[in-house]
DNA sequence: AGAGCGATGTCATTCGCTGACATCAATCTA
DNA sequence: TAGATTGATGTCAGCGAATGACATCGCTCT
């Protein structure tokens, strides 16, 4: 590997920036290449010019180095919750947020693209794919408890608000799908309000 | 330890008998002792009187155990869509079969309470059940599109029914509920619906 | 009586993950 | 500027989850 070749450069530092980046570039590569199980921490800090300990050092397990953008995403939804104007109905800031967060996933389509096939190819990876939307639920449902909503009203939007997120995202990527996210958010709202509109 | 010593009684067959049973109860009662993960594999099959290995032929792993009793739910859930009322709408078809596994459940309260408080305790559990929740809405959303319900009303409707029911299922553990069930999951849903039907 | 079966046990191994401690360039401080 | 300190990384030892391979041995059926 020549990686290691490169390592003490006079122009470098000690040691080489971004090793988080590095150990996410890695580990993509080879769950790609290899698939998740298949592909070992020791072998991606090896990919990314690490001991296989520094790799727990920046990522509690092999599978959250997939989900590191989630925090980003979850200050966007909660702060366009909390930004919404006074008056605005739960459900309605939660469509906000949600658009804003379909906006920002839409700058990184490829990525996002490559990454979803990993996660959909592994259940270990859809469990923590899973408690990761919860936790955003969660925290929109804090949110709007920041705005007076009160119980269960707040909970239940923010769960419902991840329910239309999942519907919307499985459509943006989807091959034939030509429709940018936001719009998508406010077609599957749509739908939703269909099904719970009856009788 | 006196479980090996009862072990070939004449009275018995090579094996004692209910080996699951026995390492879910032993498993169930180390995780609220110790704690889930202070709990080893080994502790659990001695307790039971059997091997290590032979858990893991029981239960794919350490957090499987306590979550056999889903197949059936699913089952339930899905025989229930299935078998509604030609021409009933989608959602009432999925409250229909929520009431059904409330039903279920309340016959168990103590079980469902203790097996509870070890999820809520582990964010690994708390995985785990999220999955299962989700393997629930897709057999549900299965059974609607067996109906002739399209997408994406199936999919949609079948994972806003998980919402109902976890919320009603909140409430329904809270030491201060008095209502039955099925007449928390009527009030969730409609909360929901109420959640909904804004602007 | 013997063959085959099925549930269980034993053993060895891999790998995820953690704690303890070492290293060493950069930086601060006296 | 010598020396202490810090912070990112490396090294090593070890535990426990999980799996494959093979052994054991009552039971049942011929």
């Known amino acids: 590997m020549s990686l290691t070749v490169i390592?003490?450069?006079?122009?470098?530092g000690r040691w080489e920036p971004n090793a988080?980046?590095?150990l996410q570039q890695a580990a993509i590569e080879l769950y790609l290449e290899r698939?998740?199980?298949q592909t070992t921490v020791a072998e991606i800090a090896k990919r990314a010019g690490l001991a296989e300990r520094t790799f727990f050092r920046y990522f509690v397990d092999k599978r959250e180095v997939l989900f590191w953008g989630s925090a980003a995403l979850q200050e966007l939804?909660?702060?366009t919750v909390v930004d919404a104007p006074i008056g605005t109905a739960p459900l309605v800031a939660v469509a906000a947020a949600l658009e804003a967060a379909g906006a920002l996933l839409q700058e990184r389509r490829e990525g996002a693209l490559q990454r979803q096939a990993v996660i959909e190819a592994n259940p270990e990876l859809r469990e923590r794919e899973l408690i990761k939307l919860s936790s955003l639920s969660a925290a929109m449902a804090d949110a709007l408890r920041q705005r007076g909503v009160n119980e269960p009203t707040?909970?239940?939007t923010g769960e419902v608000g991840i329910v239309v997120?999942?519907?919307a995202f499985e459509h943006w990527i989807?091959?034939?799908?030509?429709q940018d996210f936001p719009q998508l958010i406010r077609a599957s709202l749509d739908e939703l309000r269909e099904v719970t509109s009856g009788n």
């Open 7 to 12: 390592k003490y450069d006079r122009v470098m």
């Open 20 to 22: 988080l980046g590095r």
């Open 35 to 37: 698939g998740f199980e």
């Open 77 to 79: 939804l909660v702060s």
């Open 154 to 156: 707040a909970t239940l």
């Open 165 to 167: 997120f999942k519907s």
């Open 174 to 178: 989807s091959p034939s799908n030509q």
